[in-house]
């Protein structure tokens, strides 16, 4: 079953902030965040596979509460550049991806 | 590293012909291989699961006398739609998931192969 983002979409000016959230009515082995470009593949953002687990790179970062079945991105001082599609994966018992309906993000200058 | 390419990275073609495209994972050996559809707008729906050496795992609704996987490398794999329809136009995109001594975790998307049947 397909994890339900919010929001649909956003629209920031640079140097805002934003959050992403990402629920699952299963239980999650992991959660994936991506980033895609009109036009283009996903983009590998960053992977949390503990519950409780939270990680950042540069400004971009991400929490995983195993219990709540949830994972939330967070950017901070957005940037042009960070303007997509953000997408969530959950992962299966398989390995196998499950992606998320999507976030547009799109940041003004 | 974790480079995975597509090719070829578009093509047209006339309904009822077959379209390949392949998938290689150039710095790593991928014993998992992933296939998504990506209709405009949408979310990736994953297609199939292709493991090295056996029969690929489609999601429901997917029919695999239609979308014919095959994995027979640790490093290609192949997707080919048969009897292409101009329902079957979309984007279709690969990840490669490596095995023990490469990539645990992380899935590596190809550029994507956008299908346009006429």
């Known amino acids: 079953q397909q994890p339900v983002q919010s929001p649909q979409a956003v629209i920031l000016r640079e140097g805002e902030d934003a959050v992403i959230n990402c629920s699952s009515s299963?239980?999650?082995?992991?959660v994936h965040w991506y980033r895609q470009k009109h036009g283009e593949a996903p983009v590998f953002l960053m992977i949390l596979l503990k519950g409780g687990e939270q990680k950042g790179h540069d400004k971009i970062s991400a929490s995983f509460n195993e219990k709540k079945q949830q994972s939330s991105l967070y950017l901070t001082a957005s940037q042009l550049s960070y303007s997509g599609t953000y997408f969530c994966?959950?992962?299966?018992?398989?390995?196998?991806?499950?992606f998320g309906s999507g976030t547009q993000l799109t940041v003004l200058p | 590293g974790a480079v995975v390419s597509q090719h070829p990275s578009w093509v047209i073609c006339k309904s009822g012909t077959s379209v390949k495209i392949e998938c290689r994972s150039l710095?790593?050996?991928?014993?998992?291989m992933f296939w998504y559809r990506q209709f405009p707008k949408q979310s990736l729906m994953l297609m199939a699961t292709s493991n090295e050496g056996s029969k690929a795992t489609y999601e429901q609704g997917v029919e695999k006398d239609k979308f014919l996987i095959n994995h027979a490398s640790l490093t290609l794999s192949t997707l080919t739609v048969t009897s292409a329809h101009p329902e079957d136009s979309s984007f279709y995109i690969c990840?490669?998931?490596?095995?023990?001594?490469?990539?645990?975790?992380?899935?590596?998307f190809g550029p994507g192969t956008r299908l346009t049947v006429t």
């Open positions: 990840s490669a998931r490596g095995n023990q001594q490469g990539p645990t975790y992380e899935q590596y």
């Open positions: 994966g959950t992962e299966g018992s398989a390995r196998q991806l499950t």
């Open positions: 710095d790593f050996q991928a014993t998992t």
């Open positions: 299963k239980a999650l082995y992991s």
